[in-house]
Each structure stands twice: as C-alpha cells, then as structure tokens.
C-alpha cells in the first residue's frame, strides 16, 4: 500500500466521532464534501450491520443519506393483509434519523418482495388497487416527513416490456402511476422514484421508462426521479452513455440518482483492480456532479463483508469486493479517490496525490501509443505484433479455407494463453493469425485441447462449449463502448469440425458479417479457419498499409460440460467483457510487405 494511503487511512480512523450536522458535515468525511457539493452520499443497511460497532460508526461518519437495503419492503414488513411488524424498519429509521441522515425509502412495490398472500393472490383489479393502496397508504403515513425520497416501485420492466408481475396481472399497466398516487396523496411532500437496474445507459428498457416518465409528467402524475440502481461490472462504465440518458430525464424536469451503487469483478482482489474499481467509482461519481439534476449516490452496502453479491441467491461469490470498504473495515482506493474528487471540487484540499489520482484514471487502455513496428524474422509478411494491444495483419495474403495452415506461412502467429479463467492443470491455448487478401479478411486459430467438447449447447449457447471468437471493429473509432451496425463478436464452434452445411456462429451482429468457416480436428486440438468480405452491408474495409480495425480474439472452453475455460487476448480486457463493450478490443493494423 502506498504511504499516502496510510497516513489518510490514520487520518481519517483519527476523526472525532461528532454527534451534530454542522460539525460532521464539515469534517475529512465523504459526507462532509458531499454536503459542500450540495448532493447526498448515502449507504444501504440492514440492522444487523448496526449490530456492528466498526459498521455504525463508518455509516455514522461518512453518509448524510440512509436507504434500508432489505428491511422496508412489502414481504419484509407485511404479515397478513393489513398487518405489519415495523421494527426493523423503525429500527433503521430511528438510527438515521439520529445521525442526521436523510432517508431514501426502499421499496414500496417490487415484485421480488411481495408477501405470498399478494403474490399468489387472484383478486379482482378493484380488490387488487385497494390492496396497492392500503399498502402503501399504511407505509407511507407511518412515516410521513420523516422520508424524504421513497423508491415508489422498482424494476417494474423487463428489458423493453412491463415485467410480468402480480401486480401487472391483476390490476394492468396503470398499477404504477395508481403507486404513485397513493404515495403522494400520504405525503405530498415526499419526493417519488422509479427505480430500475440496467436502464442508466441509453437502451431499450431506459427508452421504456424514459417513455413512462415522459407520459406522466405530461399527465401530472406525481412523479420527481428515476433512480439508476448501477450495480456495475469492471472494466468500465459506459459515462457517456449514462449522461445523454440523465439529459433526457433532466429535460422532463427530473431528478436522477444512483441508488444502489456498486463495482463487481470476478477473480482475484489485487492492486490494480482496486484501482480499476476506484477509476469507475470516480468516474460515476463524477456524471453525478457534472449533472444538474443528480442529486444522490448511494453505495449498496459499506463493507465488502455484507455486500448483497456474496448471498447465495445472487452473485454468490465469496470473495467479491464491490464496495468502499474491506472485510476489516479499510477504506479503499475507490473511498479516497471519491473524496479526492468531492474536495477538489469545492477547492477544498487534495486527498491524493496528482500522480496517484493520474494512475487510477489511466489504467489499461488500447490508445496508448505504439512502438515502432519490428521484424524479428525478415521472411515475416508483417511486424511482431504488441503483446496483447496491436497485430499487424500482413495485405495480399489469400487462403483457402481448408484446415492446411501451409498458406499462413511468414504471417505472425501469437499464442493466447491467458484469460479470465483456466483451471489447473488445464492444457488449453491457441495460437491465431490474421491476413488480409484482394476481397476477404482471413482468421485462424490453431487450438490445443485434449478433449473436445460440443453439441450439447449449440448455436443458442455456442460461448459454453468449446469454440473460438474474433471481434472486429469496423467503424473507425475504437472508443466506442456499446455494440452497433460494423461492430461485430464471430463466435464459431467446435462444432464445425463435423462439417455442417450452415457456419456454426454466434456472437453479436454476427449474423451480418457474412462469415465463411472451416474446422479440422487435429492430433492436439483442432484448427477453425474463417474469412468475412471486406464489403459487406455494415462495412466497407479498404486494404491500406497502416489501416486500423479493433480486434479482439477470445477462447471458450469446456472440458467437460459448461465452460470453464476464457483465453482472451486484448490486455484491455480484463474482465470478459469484450462481448459487451468493444472499446476493449486491441487494434488490427493492416501491413503492406511490399511498402
Ligand atoms: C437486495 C439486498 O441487497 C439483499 O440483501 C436482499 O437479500 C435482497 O435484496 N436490486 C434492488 C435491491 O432493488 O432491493 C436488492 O437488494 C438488490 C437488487
């Protein structure tokens, strides 16, 4: 750990514990910056965690914004129709309001918490709306001006459609806005949220609640935000995506927050992906307070020790470290860059070093400048290629489509023997090629692997079983972070070792890219061989020297049944998440030898 780290670690474990608003919101503490930049910075809990000294005290100190995580929902309060156990709740909201902290009401209605006798009910829409509103009524009366934001219903779409919910079944589309009503006419000066996941970016399920919220704006249904739950994976963010979906919601004359914030990655806890964590935590944090309209971030739990993601039913990974704070209760580099970032802005002082906060920022990217191009052979058709970053593909290569690898002889070869996943023991690599002819780019991978596994998952879920993939890029702008027409992900089975008429592919806009392909077994693996036109519907790649694509290559493998094996090469891509986000590819250059 670096000095400036533990000196800040001392500083702030140092604080005084202050019991008034004033001192504390002025005092070295998230929530002293955040209340100087005018948003909340809030946490979720459960009373067990208050249960915990070290977690009170963190909660206490550091958030001026309080959301029950899991202990005000319907199944978690109800116990019988019109009847209800509020201590917990009470018990959550009697801390917060001790520690001068706002509360952020979670959640009146959501269709993963509603008791059985709502759930399996088959009531009548009249009975079903008096039970809606009896609910919420009850909830929000017990504490009226206590609760300033409610979560009035959460994840209520389902992609592009209204989710299939109880609710939706017996009473229809309007359940929602007959939600919010209830809530408002029980307190008018609540502010009211729809909350979702996987809607902060621009996409089909945030177009259907930007339409939703549109419509009741434009109908005077009470509605004041849209809350962004941001459970976010590693390596990075789509910002820009993010801020063009929080104008929008901004024109209505709405607020927005991230509710529900944290930055998962699978694998091992290590310096750089705390850093990876921190650049995202920054960078989020950041859309926050570049937005008008952003009024909240709330962390989905303080330390890693309870995060939601560990629990059986969800991500059930024991070791996962999604928040600002360890097991034994450290700040990590994501706390410290927030509150570097919150004191900067209101020029207050700087938290960490300008070198240090240069590093979180930085981390791996496919823009770096390149190396001078070298030849280490000079029978080779192109340059060494950059280990994981560039491949020069040398230009006027044909190949035949045919399993015999004598045709990409001089053309580099790279082996990919690294990834996400590998277990012990496992001999899986490849080694793969590129090369460009007069109409066609050509792909091979050359794949070691004692046992060959297919036809269990097929084209439906062809990343299972063994099979290799190329991505490329197209569009000239290799920053891009979301798929479109000219990005595509080539994923092609094993499976086409057995010759079928039809390439076995799947993978993003595949479909579009007109690929050929040919497989062969082999004594140690088996080679798949493929070439897309250079002209297609989607794109138009023109064969000049120092040409630049985005380029990815990644292996699945399976050694028995599912997968258990991801060789990837781009080093930008750390986390597999290639298939989503191409800004993580590495580049392709085209190479004219004859030059
Ligand atoms: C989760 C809690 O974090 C868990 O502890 C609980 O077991 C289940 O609910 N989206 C939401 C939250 O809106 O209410 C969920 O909270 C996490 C996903």
């Known amino acids: 750990m670096k000095k400036s780290f533990i000196i800040l670690i001392l500083i702030v474990m140092l604080l005084p514990i202050v019991g008034t608003t004033s001192a504390q919101d002025m005092s070295f503490t998230l929530r002293g910056f955040a209340s100087r930049n005018d948003i909340y910075i809030g946490a979720a809990a459960w009373t067990h965690h208050l249960d915990d000294p070290a977690h009170r005290e963190i909660l206490a100190r550091e958030f001026n914004m309080f959301t029950p995580e899991h202990e005000a929902k319907f199944c978690m309060i109800s116990t019988g129709r019109g009847e209800y156990d509020f201590s917990r709740f009470d018990e959550l909201v009697e801390f917060a309001e001790e520690n001068d902290m706002v509360i952020h009401g979670h959640t009146l209605i959501w269709h993963s918490c509603s008791p059985d006798w709502v759930e399996n009910a088959d009531f009548s829409r009249e009975e079903a709306i008096e039970v809606l509103r009896e609910h919420i009524t009850t909830v929000v009366t017990r504490y009226q001006g206590r609760i300033l934001y409610w979560d009035v219903v959460n994840e209520a779409f389902d992609d592009g459609e209204y989710r299939d919910t109880a609710w939706l079944r017996m009473i229809g589309e309007d359940y929602i806005e007959l ?70 919601i901004g024109e209505l004359g709405l607020e927005v927050q991230f509710t529900e914030v944290d930055v998962k990655y699978v694998g091992e806890t290590t310096p750089e992906v705390l850093q990876q964590q921190a650049r995202e935590y920054y960078r989020l944090l950041e859309t926050c307070l570049d937005a008008d309209n952003c009024t909240a971030f709330i962390v989905w739990g303080v330390s890693d020790r309870y995060t939601w993601l560990r629990e059986a039913d969800f991500f059930n990974n024991p070791t996962v470290g999604p928040l600002l704070f360890t ?47 070298v030849m280490s052979n000079s029978d080779q058709l192109a340059p060494d290629s950059v280990a994981g970053v560039a491949y020069y593909a040398p230009l006027g290569v044909e190949i035949t489509l045919d399993g015999d690898l004598s045709d990409w002889e001089n053309i580099p070869r790279v082996v990919v023997d690294t990834g996400t996943q590998l277990p012990d023991g496992n001999d899986t690599s490849f080694e793969f090629a590129v090369a460009v002819g007069e109409t066609h780019l050509y792909f091979m991978a050359n794949v070691t692997d004692s046992s060959i596994v297919y036809g269990t998952y097929g084209v439906g879920e062809w990343y299972r079983e063994d099979s290799v993939e190329f991505y490329l890029n197209t569009t000239g702008d290799l920053g891009k972070t979301a798929y479109e027409a000219g990005i595509v992900q080539i994923g092609m089975l094993a499976e086409n070792v057995t010759g079928p008429a039809e390439p076995l592919v799947g993978g993003s806009n595949s479909g579009s890219a007109n690929v050929s392909v040919s497989a062969v077994e082999t004594d140690t693996g088996y080679i798949i ?15 000049e020297h120092m040409g630049v694509l985005g380029f990815q290559t990644h292996l699945n493998g399976s050694s028995s049944d599912d997968r258990d094996t991801k060789l990837i090469w781009s080093a930008a891509d750390t986390q597999d998440q290639s298939w989503s986000d191409p800004s993580l590819f590495g580049q392709l250059i085209f190479w004219d030898s004859t030059q």
């Open 179 to 248: 939600a919010f009503q209830f809530a408002h006419e029980a307190d008018p000066d609540a502010l009211l949220l729809y909350n979702d996941y996987g809607a902060e970016t621009m996409n089909a399920k945030s177009d259907a609640i930007y339409e939703m919220a549109a419509d009741f704006v434009e109908r005077d249904i009470p509605i004041h935000g849209i809350g962004m739950q941001s459970h976010f994976d590693l390596p990075r963010i789509n910002t820009a995506s993010i801020v063009e979906n929080m104008e929008r």
């Open 327 to 373: 097991d034994d209760y450290q700040p990590k580099p994501a706390y410290f860059a927030m509150m570097d970032l919150l004191a900067r802005r209101v020029g207050a002082t700087s938290i960490l070093p300008d070198d240090e906060i240069e590093a979180i920022l930085g981390g791996p990217s496919n823009d770096s400048d390149l190396p001078e191009p």
């Open 529 to 543: 061989e493929a070439s897309v036109p250079l002209q297609n519907d989607v794109w138009d790649i023109t064969p």
